[in-house]
């Protein structure tokens, strides 16, 4: 008994000096690419329309250039909040990334079929196999 | 007849929103986290100094090459050449290039703040449209 009221007293004091706070506010800073694109500035390019000239010199250069060009990504990571553990007397934050691309798609006349948004992978699908 | 424009201030029945201290403590909290975004640069920038030698119909691809170096990327084979710019606080810009992060991940560059030259050249090897692409 007074085993157990020294746990649950050792618990209670413990919890009183960690703490563990999730801070789910996108701040929106950026942790890797080149800048957030939004679907307001890619909305000049209009499917059937534009070029894949036109693309790139809208976004710049891509991320992932796919299947011989028919395909460029553009990526990044942004921050979608904070994790803060704390101690007494210290503590450290880390943010957690969240991942967004922006993947374009050309015909075989080097018009665009269809812009999609995407978020949640870092990685690359296939290898990039343009000539970038 | 115009009326003439009439403030917040001078309409007593109508609070302005920031009042609200919720709203006011929302505005505030996500103040200043607009991330980085993607835009053009103007014409008037696309004459700076740096960028002035760039005359469509006029400069060709070697003299881009024997200028700026070994582009970033080229796409469409040497069609379209794209060069990577960070921008120093003394204004200087340096070359940036790509780097492997994480296995599998795609490589990326790790300056902040980058500037993407885009050069598009005609089958005689002239420029005939550019761009800069700013991240601010």
């Known amino acids: ?132 | 007849m115009d009326q003439p424009p009439v403030s917040c201030h001078a309409m007593p029945g109508r609070r302005l929103p920031l009042r609200s201290p919720g709203l006011f403590l929302a505005v505030t909290l996500l103040a200043g986290c607009t991330p980085p975004l993607l835009r053009q640069a103007a014409p008037a920038e696309l004459q700076a100094e740096w960028l002035a030698f760039l005359v469509t119909g006029k400069t060709t691809r070697e003299e881009v090459l024997l200028r700026l170096g070994t582009p970033n990327a080229h796409l469409e084979g040497e069609r379209i050449l794209t060069y990577a710019f960070s921008r120093r606080a003394s204004g200087a810009r340096v070359h940036e290039r790509r780097y492997q992060g994480k296995e599998g991940e795609v490589p990326a560059y790790w300056a902040s703040g980058m500037e993407n030259l885009v050069l598009v050249f005609a089958v005689d090897g002239k420029l005939i449209r550019h761009s800069l692409v700013v991240c601010e």
């Open chain 1, 1 to 132: 008994m007074r085993r157990g009221a020294g746990l649950a007293l050792g618990v209670l004091a413990l919890s009183n000096q960690m703490a563990c706070l999730i801070w789910p506010f996108p701040t929106g800073h950026l942790l890797a690419g080149r800048g957030r694109i939004t679907p307001q500035y890619v909305g000049p390019l209009k499917a059937g329309e534009a070029t894949r000239e036109d693309a790139l010199l809208r976004l710049g250069e891509p991320d992932e250039v796919l299947e011989g060009g028919r395909v460029l990504i553009y990526r990044w990571t942004e921050v979608r909040g904070f994790l803060f553990v704390g101690a007494y007397g210290g503590g450290a934050a880390a943010p957690f990334p969240g991942h967004r691309a922006v993947r374009l798609e050309f015909g075989a006349d080097a018009r665009l079929v269809r812009i999609q948004f995407e978020r949640g992978t870092a990685r690359a699908g296939p290898e990039a196999d343009g000539d970038t």
